[in-house]
């Protein structure tokens, strides 16, 4: 298989990949549901505590019809990465400020740019982690209960390795206390919830924690999708289990194939562009997981996951607490297994994990020596042009031969004219002669491929190579790059690639296509990472200077034989 055949299936594998991903968000098969819920004391956590957008200042609207009779306060707790902002209505984390990642480019004129956001409560926004206990016959808070704080501003001071804010409520005997403790240089929030019963009769209920969010702002146009990376990222609920492992919901399947299913060992979150927020029940802890949608057939609908622990019990003069983890941060994928089995697949590769979870992995040590990342990805290409060097090798040769082959492959066309058939058994007796296989260029554009698309989701997902600056006018690898230089450059190697490497054999409507392949992909890598395309440019003026390499051999090698 020549060069010029190996663009266009290269073209058709990547419009296939993408007609692929078209059907996955409509068609998936549903996530399989094993297991009932836990029971849970005949009671139920409420579906929600506000309207999307309603900020603690406001009485929100209780979607159960349970007013809220005063406003909340809000209280900051913060260490060195996180900033938290919890509202004493309900103790809920409403707002996370992640210190460490600008929203925006550091630049001259915006040196100092506000960090990402990732929990919000305001409008459009709205993003929240909330939790609380519910008892079918015991006073218990959810997450509308008014708790009090002793004071309204936690913040980590040097040397201390954490920190802790607690929250409190009482009635009728019942206290509980809500604690969430920050460690320092860590994006996991510890939560527990106490329950002191100095009432005369058992306290019985279960404990909850859920992520409500609202969906995604729709994009206004073909071209803010085409542009931003995080349009094709995946923007939804996912859970992990050690039975089924990793799952994914997007809001659009939430009505249709809810998540109800109980095991030990997991955890469930929202996951976006980067970062993501997931809660972590102890391993041991059997927990009931559930989907659920909030004013599905209003205005401004929300989404949540939750999960809910089994049966707790107080006896009275005794205590209790229900403990569990919230992680809010970036998708660090070398880290996150080791805050919980699986966390790390919250980076979400899809079917291309097996390929770009080892692919990052190697980028992230070449980083390493390097210093660069778009050093890391040359590095990256000499390593596999360096394995693949016989292959491909044997590729061109193969290439080169054919392309000695033209004119008698012209004459035989005019020999034969129209007659396909007898045309084609006349070349494969000539490719025989002369020893020379026209599928040996298949194998290295199987390997090829995987690796792009692994590659391509490694540049796009990973949080490492947000706003990473390569040199000169690239000043983020995972964008497209400004002046499409890159895309150009390509291009231009493309033709060289054509140049070496003609259409031997090639039908005249196939072959002018194929003219038209380095206009194509000029506009396809043009919407691409500057970072992939920075790697297929390396790698093509590598392939393009052993082809000419192997190529001089071979004529040199016709030369002295003729001699």
Known sequence: MNQTRTFLLFALMAVAYLLWMAWEKDYAPAPAVTGSPVAASSATPPADNAVPGAVSTATPAIASGVPATAAGQLITLSND???????????????????????????????????????DDAAGDYFVAQSGLVSAGSPAPDHRALFQSAQTHYELASGQPQLKADLTWQQDGIKVTKSYTLKRGSYEVALSQ???????????????????????PAHTGWLQNMTDPSAASFFGAAWYSPEDHFQSLAFDKFQKDPLHQTFAGGWAAMLQHYFFAAWIPPAQQ?????????????????????????????????????????????????????????????????????????????????????????VAIILLVLIIKGLTWKLTAAQYRSSAKMRKLQPRVAALKERFGDDKQKMQMAMMELYKKEKVNPMTGCLPVLITIPIFYGLYEVLRESVELRQAPFVGWIHDLSMPDPFFVLPALYTLVMLGQQYLMPATGMDPTQAKMMKFMPLVFAVLFAFFPAGLCLYYVVNGITGLAQQWYITHQVEQGDAKAKA
């Open 286 to 374: 059997t927990s009931s997981y559930s989907t659920d949608v909030v004013n599905a057939g209003g205005e401004h609908p929300t989404y949540l996951i939750r999960t809910v622990s089994s049966p707790l019990a107080v006896a009275p003069g005794q205590s209790a607490s229900s403990d569990a983890r919230l992680y809010i941060g970036p998708k660090l994928t070398g880290t996150l297994d080791t805050v919980a089995p699986g966390l790390s697949l919250a980076t979400n590769y899809g079917v291309f994990t097996v390929i770009a979870q080892p692919m990052h992995a190697l980028l992230s040590w070449l980083e390493k020596i390097s210093g660069n990342w778009g």
């Open 194 to 216: 106490r329950i002191d019963n100095a009432g005369a009769a058992p306290w019985q209920g279960n404990a909850y924690e859920q992520l409500q969010r609202a969906p995604r």
């Open 81 to 119: 990465v996180l900033r938290l902002t919890i509202d004493t209505r309900g103790g809920s984390v409403v707002r996370a400020e992640l210190l460490a990642y600008p929203a925006e480019p550091v630049t001259k004129k915006h040196p100092n740019p506000p960090p990402v956001r990732l929990l």
